[in-house]
């Protein structure tokens, strides 16, 4: 008979982190239920989420816009196992693109309703439009926006 060895591993990580001036601004956005983006001053990029620095000019984008909160699906990704800290499965985090932004965040997407996990793939695609549901209590966090929706 051979013996298959077994080993439980943890990982638990508590840590805070400073997120500096541009990210406190972007979240504070959030808890106002607004999407602000920050634009070069040069090359006119619009970042979201925000960033220190133009990563095409390296200026530091100064002004500041409030965006429209629609994004688009630009890849996704559809969990089926449980993960300690994160949504029941099935759940979806896509990549989105804010609308006019040069850049993406990552999110849940909710509201995809389904009578068994295996029509999630046809409920969802790349290009989709969404729009964000905000958290009934937010405090300045990416989870201030609960997760994405399709854009009604």
Request: charged residues 30%; hydrophobic residues 35%; glycine residues 6%.
């Amino acid at each position: 008979m051979e013996i298959i060895m077994k080993k439980e591993y943890s990982w638990k990580l508590d840590y805070s982190v400073t997120v500096g001036e541009v990210y406190t601004k972007f979240y504070e956005g959030l808890k106002a239920r607004k999407i602000l983006a920050n634009k070069c001053g040069k090359c006119n990029r619009v970042y979201v989420p925000p960033r220190p620095f133009c990563d095409i000019c390296f200026i530091e984008p100064l002004e500041w816009i409030e965006v429209d909160p629609k994004g688009i699906v630009q890849t996704y990704t559809i969990t089926y196992q449980k993960f300690e800290n994160l949504p029941n499965p099935p759940y979806i985090t896509a990549v989105i693109r804010i609308n006019g932004s040069a850049t993406s965040l990552i999110h849940f997407i909710g509201e995809i309703q389904h009578e068994k996990p295996s029509e999630l793939p046809e409920k969802i695609k790349i290009g989709m439009s969404v729009e964000p549901v905000w958290a009934d209590e937010r405090e300045g966090d990416i989870l201030d926006i609960k997760y994405f929706r399709a854009a009604k």
